[in-house]
Nanobody, 123 residues
Framework: QVQLVESGGGLVQAGGSLRLSCTAS????????MGWFRQAPGKEREFVAS????????QYGDSVKGRFTISRDYAKNTLYLQMNSLKPEDTAVYYC????????????????WGGGTQVTVSS
């Protein structure tokens, strides 16, 4: 079992940057693959980015490639999402998630979820 808490959301102008953090309450952080998903009002939850058990295993959603970067600090049990060149369409609640499995872009495969943090990008 792992508990996840996101932080770092807020209001930013288009073109700006934010860094989201997700802290995991577990002594076995390294065994989980981690991901970021987002959900805008009236829309389905969307895959943003994920990272497997090593630094080289990353995936990104098409809409954020080249703008967002996922990373994790194993010593701090923390997952990050650096978001640059933000657009109004990036406005959503962002969720951190963890999984034992290997389907890292599929929200249904993630067993553990944080409560989300709101990101609002103004035009």
């Amino acid at each position: 079992q792992v508990q996840l808490v996101e932080s770092g959301g807020g209001l930013v102008q288009a073109g700006g940057s934010l860094r989201l953090s997700c802290t995991a309450s577990t002594r076995t952080f390294s065994i989980y693959a981690m991901g970021w998903f987002r959900q805008a009002p009236g829309k389905e939850r969307e895959f943003v980015a994920s990272m497997g058990w090593s630094e080289g295993q990353t995936q990104y959603g098409d809409s954020v490639k080249g703008r967002f970067t996922i990373s994790r600090d194993y010593a701090k049990n923390t997952l990050y999402l650096q978001m640059n060149s933000l657009k109004p369409e990036d406005t959503a609640v962002y969720y951190c998630a963890a999984t034992y499995g290997s389907r890292w872009s599929d929200a249904s495969a993630f067993e553990f979820w944080g409560g989300g943090t709101q990101v609002t990008v103004s035009s």
